[in-house]
């Protein structure tokens, strides 16, 4: 018998799911809050480690999407749900209301909001921006002009913005951030090959695969620069260059550096289009805020609600790789429940 | 720099100030270096803004300078400031408005102190009804002195008759706003417009007509800091602090330095005669160095008060260059009169500062 499964997001996640259950008879139906799929992917450049095209990899997915038995409808911003029955009750904010015999939150994440760390002077200070920024230079080419003069310049990356930071509210690592630094540190003396590259860091969380590589590339190929140290605050000076205030806990001692572009490493944060959903369905939340699943080693898919499925990063910090492997496991969970109901 | 960016943090620190009926304490220090600041607001809150301003004479020392050097024990500033706040509720206020910002950071503190440790308060309690008897309530508003000017700052506006402007070109003052650190670093909520960006200081130059300068080492300190100044063997700490500020704004040219906290004032103004002295610098074009003003002398300049009533003759760094570019008219005889017209003595000059 033929059942409805709701995907509530339609970034890497809810894509690759809905890819994976293509083969089975359910129908299934993405609700995507913006006009386009893609979630953040869309506006990333190219990704670590190996510098794939973003955009190519986002259409690789969306054209992965059954055509027989998925459909997307976008603008739809979900804010409920109820059980009922034994199937979910979804309740859009347009009034709408669908019934699902099951429902995967791939609602994604939030990027942490640089501005918090009012020490460093996002959104005051115009050549202070974030990493998430810059991937949108890399896609627009829209460097500021004072970039592209030809002349040397220096650009400071800065780590662990709002990340391992309990007065920013968030203990959490985010993981990824690490190789991003190294990335677009990398990215940037390609880009602009007089300049010079400094990450400020506390310490380097390789832990993928090719990530150690890329960082020892980094530093013998592109000599980007690695301080050990915290930033503890960011001024502007006269000329709109940045003077970037730190330690540098190897040699223990306070440096003071002039830079013309620094790039705010912001992490995840729990998503916020999720909270509601959470909080309709009192559904627990780990520590950091993500949601929580019913076990994180052996249910990490699962939640307390019977029917309801979690992917990717609504549940924790993962890269594209792990999130795309993540949706296919929650798909064959729900492929495995949907059974289950039907015997019962 | 994007003032919507400012404006947004601004705006997730308003804290609350009272609207009138002050319970007020007096500076330990301040009397002594900036004679005439305390008066000053008095007489604005009293007699230009007619508010209510209560003293109690047995207000003492809260202790700050010898809590921040470890000489004087939590438990006993604690029971200090208990004595306080029991006066207060002794002659029934319940706005408490500290003149000193060491003092308003122990206030601060404490309150936080109480708030998150009961037993902590109950102690406090249990010591202060031991030695005095006395009882109090917590206050339901603390405000600094700076805090209560920043509230009033657009009425100030509309009675003065100066605003912060060159008479000579017309454009507006240029001014370094210098927070004392225990205003808003400790508890930034406690803070108008927070730690980073704080606009108790800015919102009143901004509102009288000048221009804030901001400056790369705008947020360090002055270098005051306790035991590295109580310390003979330590001030070389504190002068490199100042002098840190000063080569960082040098290039903005100031117009004059305001500040809120008695040590700030104090050494912003004192360590340029000692820099002189020692080096032969000085920061500004003239060679006469950077006024360094308290904010009620500052809004008692664009209220009309005379600077010599207010004791600005009491500077290190002589303020009749700021006066001439604001178009304030003082005389020149009355600035070594004392307030009966007695000769009070001229300092002997600096051998670098011009006067």
């Known amino acids: ?344 | 720099m994007e003032q919507e960016g400012k404006k947004r943090i601004w705006s997730e620190y308003q804290k609350e100030i009272a609207d009138d009926h002050y319970f007020y304490v007096r500076s330990c220090i301040r009397q002594t270096f900036f004679p005439g600041s305390e008066t000053t607001f008095l007489k604005i809150l009293r007699d230009d803004l007619s508010r209510d301003v209560f003293e109690d004479a047995r207000h003492t020392t809260c202790t700050g300078i010898g809590y921040h050097t470890d000489i004087v024990p939590f438990e006993t500033i604690m029971t200090i400031a208990a004595r306080h706040f029991a006066l207060m509720t002794e002659a029934g206020y319940v706005n408490f408005v500290p003149s000193c910002v060491t003092s308003f950071g122990i206030y601060t503190e404490i309150l936080d102190t109480w708030k998150h440790f009961p037993e902590m308060e109950a102690k406090a309690r249990d010591y202060l009804w031991t030695a005095t008897r006395r009882e109090f309530k917590i206050p339901d508003n603390l405000s600094h002195t700076s805090d209560i000017i920043y509230r009033f700052r657009n009425e100030l506006a509309e009675l003065s008759g100066h605003r912060l402007v060159n008479k000579n070109d017309g454009k507006p003052l240029k001014v370094v706003e210098h927070i004392g650190c225990h205003y808003a670093k400790m508890f930034p909520k406690c803070g108008v417009g927070g730690a980073e960006f704080p606009a108790v200081l800015s919102g009143m130059v901004e509102a009288w007509g000048g221009e804030v300068i901001d400056y790369p080492e705008r947020r360090h300190c002055c270098g005051f800091g306790f035991r590295q100044y109580l310390i003979k063997a330590n001030r070389g700490y504190s002068l490199s602090n100042s002098k840190k500020k000063f080569e960082s704004m040098q290039p903005y040219q100031p117009d004059f330095i305001v500040a809120n906290c008695p040590g700030c004032a104090m050494f912003l103004d004192r360590w340029q005669y000692t820099i002189a002295e020692m080096e032969g610098i000085t920061y500004d074009k003239s060679g006469k160095g950077i006024p360094v003003l308290t904010y009620e002398e500052l809004a008692g300049l664009i209220m009309g008060y005379d600077p010599w009533v207010m004791g600005m003759q009491m500077h290190q760094i002589s303020v009749e260059p700021l006066l001439d570019k604001i178009g304030i008219v003082y005389n020149k005889k009355d600035k070594y009169l004392g307030s009966k017209g007695q000769y009070i003595g001229v300092p002997q000059p600096p051998h670098f500062l011009l006067q």
Request: with cysteine; charged share 25%; proline share 3%.
């Open chain 1, 1 to 344: 018998m033929n059942k409805t499964i709701v995907i509530v997001g339609g970034g890497p996640a809810g894509l690759e799911a809905a890819a994976a259950l293509g083969s089975s008879p359910h129908h299934v139906l993405i609700l995507e809050k913006e006009h386009n799929t893609g979630g953040k992917l869309k506006n990333w450049h190219h990704l670590f480690p190996n510098f794939a095209d973003a955009s190519e990899i986002l259409k690789s997915l969306e054209k992965s999407l059954p055509l027989n038995n998925s459909e997307i409808k976008y603008d739809c911003d979900v804010f409920k749900m109820e059980q009922m029955d034994g199937n979910l009750l979804v309740s859009l904010k347009s009034g709408e209301k669908i019934k699902a015999d099951a429902v995967l939150l791939a609602t994604g994440f939030d990027l942490f909001d640089a501005y918090k760390k009012e020490e460093y002077g996002h959104g005051i200070y115009k050549n202070v921006i974030t990493s998430s920024e810059l991937e949108g230079m890399f896609v627009n080419n829209s460097f500021p002009d004072q970039l592209k003069d030809g002349l040397p310049k220096k650009i400071a990356m800065v780590h662990c913005v709002g990340s391992r930071d309990k007065k920013a509210g968030n203990m959490h690592c985010s993981k990824l951030c690490c190789i991003t630094g190294v990335k677009q540190a990398i990215e940037l003396r390609k880009y602009l090959s007089k300049s010079s590259v400094y990450n400020f860091y506390m310490d380097l969380r390789m832990y993928g695969q090719h990530f150690e590589e890329l960082y020892q590339e980094a530093q013998e190929d592109y000599g980007v620069n690695f301080i050990r140290g915290r930033v503890s605050e960011i001024a502007e000076i006269s000329d709109g260059k940045l003077q970037v205030k730190a330690e540098d806990t190897l040699s223990g001692r306070p440096m003071k550096m002039i830079f013309d572009l620094v790039v705010l490493l912001i992490g995840m944060t729990p998503a916020t289009s999720a909270a509601s959903i959470a909080q309709s369905l009192a559904l627990p939340k780990s520590g950091s805020g993500f949601l929580a699943p019913v076990h994180q080693h052996i249910s990490a898919n699962e939640t307390c609600i019977p029917g309801l499925f979690l992917a990717g990063t609504c549940r924790e910090p993962l890269s594209l790789q792990e999130s795309i492997t993540d949706a296919r496991a929650a798909a064959l969970k729900i492929i495995e429940w949907l059974k289950l109901k039907d015997n019962h």
